[in-house]
């Protein structure tokens, strides 16, 4: 994505580099004229969440409002969650309350997305996985470049996709080992349970039905409960799909640990290329997710430690990285891949 005249006067809140490492302009430049013909004549990565209207607010700042924010939207949730589990469910103004003001701080503040990430917690309850979803759903809409509407719309699908996990054993969702046949086709059974019991709602809006009934779809057929394919699964339950899975894999689980972001964007991407989830959705959202770890250090399967200075668009989970004073793009070096954080 290129910088146009649109974002004159932003300022940015990191450095921006040429694919080829050169440094083109550093974190805090007010952009002008002169710096988007500058940035014309080089190939670079950009995303809009690299730029701020000012940053004359400190980062502490930021993580209280957010943190305070977080927690009592989680609270407005569990709450929630606890009145559907007794099947006794608030209004439906209420509900989808829940999440509002989230969304709609990340919708207007580029920043706010960075600091989601400081502060959430993972948890193995069903509300807490709910909860992310319906904001990383909401980043994918942002993302996308839909509506604010559609954005909102996205965070009660994630809050309520889940939902009738609520209605399976809790021995069975919280076993340490394998599940047998039995208890996985039980799990499975989540999808239809939440779908009745979120119909029972009146007023619910017909795609958050959708969103519980079909989270579980995949491109190719392959899914549950209905085994549908392509078009058939509505772009919004696509999303909601990549938000689910990466957020399970980002979340430690009784049966595993949680998975660093880049062996989650490693997965996420090979499910787009087995034609699982939408690579036009998958793609974009690795290709912001690593973004925000540009200039970070990390450690490669060959113990040298380097610097990610490129993120690729087309193959974002495979950057450019520095290595001492030379640059290795990993689309080329296959046998070269990313560990972890050094």
């Known amino acids: 994505m290129k910088i146009t005249n649109y974002y004159l006067g932003k300022v940015l809140n990191d450095d921006i580099y040429s694919i080829t490492g050169s440094l083109l302009l550093k974190k805090g430049t007010k952009l002008t004229m002169r710096h988007i013909e500058k940035l014309n004549r080089h190939e670079y990565f950009f995303h809009p969440s690299l730029l701020v209207d000012s940053i004359s607010k400190e980062n502490n700042e930021h993580y209280i409002a957010v943190n305070s924010l977080y927690k009592s939207s989680v609270t407005s949730f569990r709450a929630v969650f606890q009145q559907l589990e007794l099947k006794n469910p608030p209004p439906i103004e209420q509900m ?43 980043i994918i809409g942002k993302i996308q470049g839909l509506t604010k509407e559609e954005i909102k719309t996205l965070g009660n699908m994630g809050l309520y996709h889940d939902v009738g996990k609520l209605l399976i054993d809790k021995s069975i969702l919280q076993k340490p080992g394998q599940l047998t046949e039995r208890e996985w086709k039980e799990i ?52 909601l799909s990549v938000a689910d899975v990466y957020d399970a894999l980002s979340s430690n689980r009784s049966y595993r640990e949680k998975q660093n972001v880049f062996r989650t964007a490693k997965i996420l991407i090979q499910e787009a290329n087995l034609n699982r989830l939408n690579p036009g959705i998958v793609k974009p959202f690795i290709q912001f997710l690593l973004s925000n770890h540009i200039r970070d250090e990390v450690l490669l399967n060959n113990g040298k430690h380097g610097e990610i200075i490129f993120i690729h668009h087309d193959e974002p989970h495979l950057p450019v990285i520095k290595v001492d004073d030379h640059f290795i793009d990993l689309r080329k070096e296959s046998q070269l891949e990313i560990l972890d954080f050094a």
């Open 96 to 138: 989808n309350e829940v999440i509002t003001p989230l969304i709609n701080r990340l919708i207007e503040e580029p920043l706010f997305v960075h600091y989601i990430k400081q502060v959430k917690s993972y948890d193995n309850y069903t509300f807490m996985h709910s909860m992310n979803v319906g904001i990383y759903a909401s």
């Open 188 to 239: 499975q059974k989540h999808t239809l349970y939440g779908y009745e019991l979120l119909k029972q709602i009146p007023k619910m809006d017909p795609i958050v039905l959708q969103g519980a009934l079909l989270h579980h779809e995949r491109l190719d057929g392959s899914g549950y409960p209905t085994k549908l394919r392509h078009e058939k699964i509505p772009y919004l339950v696509q999303i």
